[in-house]
C-alpha cells in the first residue's frame, strides 16, 4: 500500500500537467451547460412521471 501511494505521488509531482487557464475556462463552461440540461431534462421527466402518476390514482382507481 505504502508503494502504491509512493508511485501516485510520483506520477502526480512528474507527469501530470494542467491544462492552460483558458481551455480550463471552456471546459468548466461546457460542463455547467450539459449540468443544467441534464437536472432540466430530470426535473422534465420527473415532472411528466408525476403527473401520470396523480392522474392513474386519481381517475383510474377511482
Known amino acids: 500500500m505504502l508503494t502504491y501511494i509512493k508511485e501516485s505521488i510520483h506520477e502526480l509531482r512528474n507527469s501530470v500537467s494542467l491544462p492552460p487557464k483558458a481551455e480550463s475556462s471552456n471546459l468548466m463552461v461546457i460542463v455547467a451547460v450539459f ?5 432540466l431534462a430530470t426535473w422534465g421527466v420527473d415532472s411528466v412521471f408525476g403527473k401520470l402518476i396523480k392522474f392513474y ?3 383510474v382507481l377511482n
Do not use: G, R
Not at 35 to 39: D, K, Q
Open 57 to 59: 390514482f386519481n381517475n
Open 35 to 39: 449540468s443544467i440540461l441534464f437536472a
